[in-house]
């Protein structure tokens, strides 16, 4: 007999294994350190700079193929041309406002998206150097133009390069994600048309909630 908490269970499970990595903002990096270390027991392992965009990070893995990224302003770099993603630009707290899904034909991703009303980015392209000098390079989907308040994801192809959660911090693991948005109906639409079983439920302000297993126990991060 499948029960319904059997299908949902399967759901997540399927949703979970599509997730790349989470981003969780911050002001100011060792800050958003400090945060996660406090919540999950684990310290973020340094990831790289990510030059011209004025941004650098920090990772820590959540599953074999997935990852949080604690990304905040990085002092080193000048000002960016443009604003900084996730609109990291004038934050006060620290929060998590994107997740990435892996995917590996962007092109045909996004036309199709674009097609049934769901506005993905442009593709573009990224890179960064680890701080082991290792250079890694992606494809994905614009992070200026986030959908829905970054309830609906962002995609990405790491192509040849090495997946950042396999020299990420462990210690953590993923359980669920769901979230929340004051228009949960038209957000719920265009996650079925990306086939993306994200819970969505209705909340006042946009929000995207991480339940993982750190160190310290089981932690809501949103």
């Given at each position: 007999?499948?029960?319904?908490?059997?299908?949902?269970?399967?759901?997540?499970?399927?949703?979970?294994?599509?997730?790349?990595?989470?981003?969780?903002?911050?002001?100011?990096?060792?800050?958003?350190?400090?945060?996660?270390?406090?919540?999950?027991?684990?310290?973020?392992?340094?990831?790289?700079?990510?030059?011209?965009?004025?941004?650098?990070?920090?990772?820590?893995?959540?599953?074999?193929?997935?990852?949080?990224?604690?990304?905040?302003?990085?002092?080193?770099?000048?000002?960016?041309?443009?604003?900084?993603?996730?609109?990291?630009?004038g934050l006060k707290e620290s929060k998590l406002v994107a997740w990435f899904?892996?995917?590996?034909?962007?092109?045909?991703?996004?036309?199709?998206?674009?097609?049934?009303?769901?506005?993905?980015?442009?593709?573009?392209?990224?890179?960064?150097?680890?701080?082991?000098?290792?250079?890694?390079?992606?494809?994905?989907?614009?992070?200026?133009?986030?959908?829905?308040?970054?309830?609906?994801?962002?995609?990405?192809?790491?192509?040849?390069?090495?997946?950042?959660?396999?020299?990420?911090a462990k210690g953590a693991t993923l359980i669920k994600l769901r979230a929340?948005?004051?228009?949960?109906?038209?957000?719920?639409?265009?996650?079925?048309q990306l086939d993306l079983d994200l819970p969505v439920g209705k909340g006042?302000?946009?929000?995207?909630?991480?339940?993982?297993?750190?160190?310290?126990?089981?932690?809501?991060?949103?």
């Open positions: 007999v499948v029960t319904s908490e059997g299908i949902a269970q399967k759901n997540s499970d399927q949703l979970l294994s599509r997730v790349d990595h989470l981003v969780y903002i911050t002001p100011e990096l060792n800050r958003g350190i400090e945060e996660i270390e406090k919540l999950l027991g684990v310290r973020a392992t340094p990831g790289g700079q990510q030059m011209g965009r004025g941004t650098r990070n920090a990772l820590i893995a959540l599953g074999p193929s997935a990852y949080l990224e604690i990304l905040g302003p990085d002092p080193e770099q000048p000002a960016p041309k443009q604003p900084r993603a996730f609109g990291i630009d899904v892996r995917e590996t034909d962007l092109e045909r991703l996004r036309s199709e998206a674009v097609a049934k009303g769901v506005p993905l980015g442009e593709i573009m392209s990224g890179g960064r150097r680890r701080a082991d000098g290792v250079e890694l390079s992606w494809k994905f989907t614009a992070p200026w133009m986030p959908v829905a308040d970054g309830i609906v994801p962002f995609f990405i192809d790491w192509g040849d390069s090495p997946h950042p959660a396999v020299s990420a929340e948005h004051p228009e949960k109906k038209s957000v719920r639409r265009m996650l079925q006042k302000v946009p929000a995207l909630i991480a339940i993982i297993d750190g160190l310290r126990g089981r932690v809501d991060l949103r």
